[in-house]
C-alpha cells in the first residue's frame, strides 16, 4: 500500500460546499465543530487529509470502500454531476484520531440528506476506525456524531445504507444508529485453513465432483487458466467487456441494472489506472486466449473482496464459467495466505451452499426537520417493499417483468 501522499495522483475534488453556510470549504481548510460528546469533531476536504487517511488506511480497520484509492475514484468520477457535497469526517480523542469517515449532503426531493459518499456504489458503508479500541465506541456516542454533523451542515435527514453490523468480528456502533436490516447479507469464507479443507468443508464430496466435470467440459481437452491482467491497455478492453456481458445478463434476467448507468465505466476505468495493483485486481479465465470470464477484485488487509465479475454469453451455461473462475480465485487466494474471501452482497444460492449464515446488514435514518421526516419516509416505505417483494416469488416475477418490459420500450427509443 502507499506510504506517501505523492504515490496516489491528484487533484482530488476541492470544492466542496455545504449547505450550512453556502461558502467553499476550501483545498486545504480543515474545520472544527462543535460536538456533544467528549470527541473532537473536524470536517475537512480529502486532499487535506491525504497524508493521514494513507497512513491510517494502512493500520486501520475498514473495508476496501473506504480506501483512499477508491474514494478518488469516485469524486473524480461524480463530484459535479451530482447536487452532491463530499466531504470527510475526522473524529479524534485527546489529539488520537479514532476514526475516518467519507460523507456527503446530497440535494434529494427538495430535501438533503446525509448519506455515505459513494451510497449505494459501496458495498459497505462504515468508519475507517483506528483499531479494536476505537470500534469499542458505544452507540450512543455513535448517535450523537453524525447528529452532530448533521445539524452543522443544515441536513433534512440522514440515511446511510449498507452498514456491516460487524467488522473484524466486533460490533459496528455506527450500524446500531436507528438501524433497520439492510434488503441482504453479506457472505464469506475463512481462508485460515487453506484451501483443501476449506474446499472440502464447504462442499460435499457430490459437489466437487460435478464441478470437476464442469470444468472438464468447459476446458474441452485444452488448458483452462486465471490470469491477473496487468497492462493498462488490456484492463481497459477487459473492463468494458466485463461491464458489457454483466449489464446483459442482468438485464436478461428482469433484475436491477446499475451497470447501465453511464459514470460507472469512468468510475471503474479511473479505479483500475489510479489503483495500486496490490488493492485493485482484474482478473480473466481463458482458454486459447478467449476470455470466458473476468472478475474485477479488491484487496485490502489480507481480504478479497468479489467486488464483481461476468461470463461470456456464448459459453454453454452448463460449464458455469463464472462459477469455475469463482472457484479458482477463492484457491489463489487461499494460496497466497489471504485470511478471507468476501462473497459481498446478495443473497444468491451459491453464496448459502458455500458460507451458510450471512452477516447481517443495515439501514441508518433518522430526521432533523420536517421536510427531512417526509423525504425519510418515502426510503423507508422503498425499504420496506424490497424486502415485501424478495420475500414473495410472484412479486420478484412481477418486478422482472416489468423491468424487462422497461427495457424493451427503452430500446424502442
Not at 58 to 75: D, H, K, V
Not at 317 to 330: D, I, N, W
Not at 339 to 359: I, M, N, R
Request: proline share 4%.
Amino acid at each position: 500500500m502507499h506510504s506517501t501522499s505523492d504515490s496516489v495522483r491528484t487533484p482530488f475534488y476541492t470544492a466542496h460546499r455545504l449547505i450550512s453556510d453556502l461558502t467553499c470549504l476550501r483545498e486545504s481548510e480543515q474545520r472544527f465543530i462543535s460536538s456533544s460528546t467528549t470527541y473532537q469533531l473536524q470536517i475537512c476536504t480529502l486532499s487535506s487529509i491525504t497524508p493521514e487517511w494513507i497512513a491510517f488506511q494502512t493500520r486501520g480497520i475498514s473495508t476496501p470502500f473506504q480506501q483512499l484509492e477508491w474514494i478518488s475514484a469516485w469524486l473524480n468520477t461524480y463530484s459535479g454531476k451530482y447536487k452532491i457535497y463530499p466531504f470527510m469526517l475526522v473524529v479524534r480523542s485527546k489529539q488520537r484520531i479514532e476514526l475516518l469517515l467519507p460523507l456527503m449532503l446530497e440535494d434529494s426531493m427538495s430535501a438533503s440528506r446525509l448519506l455515505c459518499l459513494g451510497h449505494k456504489s459501496n458495498d459497505y458503508n462504515a468508519p475507517l476506525f483506528a483499531d479494536a479500541e476505537a470500534l469499542a465506541m458505544t452507540d450512543k456516542d455513535a448517535k450523537a456524531i453524525i447528529n452532530d454533523v448533521a445539524k452543522y451542515i443544515n441536513a433534512d435527514c440522514v440515511y446511510i445504507i449498507k452498514q456491516p453490523t460487524k467488522l473484524v468480528g466486533t460490533k459496528n456502533p455506527f450500524a446500531q444508529v436507528n438501524s433497520r436490516p439492510f434488503t441482504s447479507k453479506t457472505y464469506g469464507l475463512d481462508l485460515s485453513d487453506g484451501w483443501p479443507l476449506v474446499y472440502t468443508q464447504a462442499r460435499s464430496g457430490r459437489t466437487r465432483q460435478r464441478e470437476r466435470n464442469k470444468l472438464n467440459r468447459l476446458r474441452g481437452g485444452q488448458a483452462v487458466q486465471l490470469r491477473s491482467i496487468e497492462d493498462p491497455t488490456e484492463r481497459g478492453q477487459l473492463l468494458e467487456q466485463a461491464i458489457t456481458w454483466k449489464s446483459a445478463q442482468l438485464d436478461m434476467a428482469g433484475t436491477r441494472n446499475p451497470f447501465r448507468e453511464k459514470h460507472i465505466r469512468a468510475h471503474f476505468r479511473m479505479l483500475l489506472e489510479q489503483a495500486d495493483k496490490s488493492y485493485c485486481r482484474l482478473y480473466v479465465l481463458e482458454k486459447n486466449g478467449h476470455p470466458l470470464a473476468i472478475c474485477l477484485g479488491l484487496i485490502q488487509s489480507k481480504v478479497f473482496n468479489y467486488y464483481f465479475s461476468a461470463y461470456n454469453p456464448n459459453v454453454p451455461s452448463s460449464t458455469s464459467p463464472g462459477r469455475m473462475m469463482m472457484l479458482k480465485l477463492v484457491q489463489l487466494a487461499a494460496r497466497a495466505k489471504l485470511k478471507y474471501f468476501d462473497f459481498s452482497l446478495g443473497d444468491e444460492p451459491y453464496k448459502l451452499e458455500l458460507c451458510g449464515e450471512g452477516l447481517p446488514m443495515t439501514v441508518s435514518g433518522f430526521a432533523l426537520t420536517a421536510k427531512g421526516y417526509l423525504r425519510l419516509k418515502i426510503s423507508w416505505l422503498r425499504l420496506s417493499l424490497k424486502h415485501h417483494v424478495k420475500k414473495s416469488e410472484e412479486a420478484m416475477k412481477v418486478v422482472k417483468s416489468m423491468n424487462q418490459l422497461q427495457l424493451f420500450f427503452r430500446s424502442k427509443k
